[in-house]
């Protein structure tokens, strides 16, 4: 079998959740077999590159293998905050949408 070149859409999901201008992201694979693909392209530098342009400073990841998961906390994400964003999404629940548009690839 070939490599394939995925969406994380097309094998994960993801929610999102705030506090001031700290996002977190958690990220689970449906199949715990893709985990590992995942957790080698995810990359705390790649999500921060991801989300530079929403003044992004900083990303911390932490894995979850029992679960096939990752939570990213991500500094600096939300411009301020829902209080002082004046963006429409001052939680960044949207933002999950941008990490599930990363492509990987996965074994053949």
């Known amino acids: 079998m070939t490599a394939r070149r995925v969406t994380l859409h097309e ?4 929610r999102a959740g705030d506090k001031g201008n700290r996002l977190n992201l958690a990220l689970f694979v449906y199949d715990p077999a893709d985990y590992d693909a995942v957790v080698a392209q995810v990359t705390e530098q790649r999500v921060l590159e ?12 932490h894995l979850l293998p029992q679960l096939a998961g990752m939570n990213l906390v991500i ?3 939300l411009q301020g905050g829902v209080n002082g964003a ?15 548009a990363l ?3 996965l074994p053949g």
């Open 86 to 100: 004046l963006n429409l999404d001052g939680h960044g629940k949207s933002l999950s949408f941008r990490l599930l």
């Open 11 to 14: 094998i994960a999901h993801a």
């Open 75 to 77: 500094d600096a994400v």
């Open 50 to 61: 991801t989300f530079a342009h929403r003044g992004a400073t900083r990303v911390r990841r």
């Open 103 to 105: 492509a990987v690839t």
